[in-house]
Every structure is written in C-alpha cells, then in structure tokens.
C-alpha cells in the first residue's frame, strides 16, 4: 500500500499520540512537514522536534507537549486541503478558528505559515491544516 497523502499520515500519528498520551511520536521526514512543525512550535502546539537518519531514510520526532493537568495542547488537529481537493483561501476570507483560539495552517508564497502570520504580511494561500 502506498502512501499518497504524507501530511495527514503526520497530522494522524500526532493526533493518535496525544489520544494515547504518548510523550513523543516519530514519523518519516520532509520539507513540507518540516515547515508544519515549525509553525506548530512557534506557536506553542508543541515542544520541540529532531530529525535524525535511519538507513539513509530521515525520520522526525517530535516531543508533544501537555500542561500541568496532563490535558494536551492540541485538541484537534485535521486536514483541510487534500491531494484530491486542494482548498486555497485569500487571507479576508479566513475568520479566526475557534474564536482566533486555533490557527490555520497556510502554504503561501513566502513559505508555510499561521493564518495570523499570514494577516499580518497580508497573504493568502492553500490551506493546509487547522489546529485547536
């Protein structure tokens, strides 16, 4: 079976972690998920993460991160454009998600970014995840 969709098989294994109250989750490595974490750790959905080689083959750990209470930092996580259905958005378009309590994951011309980073510079884009 191959795998056609590596950003939702990324979003699900960091979904499936967190139902399971793992600490980390690991998963093969790329540019584009590379980019999705950055955002994820800039705005505070997770700890950290490090991409180390396994036979010539690239994986990404990623350390989630929980509060004091054990709860998880991200609530939902899903895929909003897919390969079959692309969903691009200018940025006037977007309303905050959850009451500007989650964010859209965005690719843009000037890289992968939040729906806010995009407000600010004033860019649209094809949205790739939203996060709560």
Avoid: W
Avoid at 5 to 11: G, S, T
Avoid at 26 to 35: A, H, Q, R
Avoid at 36 to 49: A, H, N, P, R
Avoid at 106 to 120: C, K, N, Q
Wanted: proline letters at 2%; glycine letters at 6%; aromatic letters at 10%.
């Amino acid at each position: 079976m191959s795998m056609t969709d590596n950003v939702a098989d990324m979003l699900t294994r960091i979904r499936n972690a967190y139902k399971s109250k793992l600490i980390n989750v690991s998963f093969p490595s790329s540019k584009i998920k590379t980019s999705i974490l950055d955002v994820l750790q800039k705005e505070g959905y997770i700890k950290d993460y490090v991409t180390t080689q396994k036979n010539n083959i690239s994986y990404t750990e990623v350390a989630l991160k929980y509060s004091v209470n054990g709860e998880a930092s991200i609530c939902e996580i899903h895929r909003v454009s897919k390969p079959g259905k692309r969903v691009y958005s200018a940025i006037k378009d977007l309303k905050g998600y959850y009451n500007n309590m989650g964010i859209y994951i965005l690719s843009t011309p000037y890289g992968v970014m939040s729906d806010r980073e995009a407000h600010i510079k004033n860019v649209g884009g094809e949205v790739i995840c939203k996060v709560f």
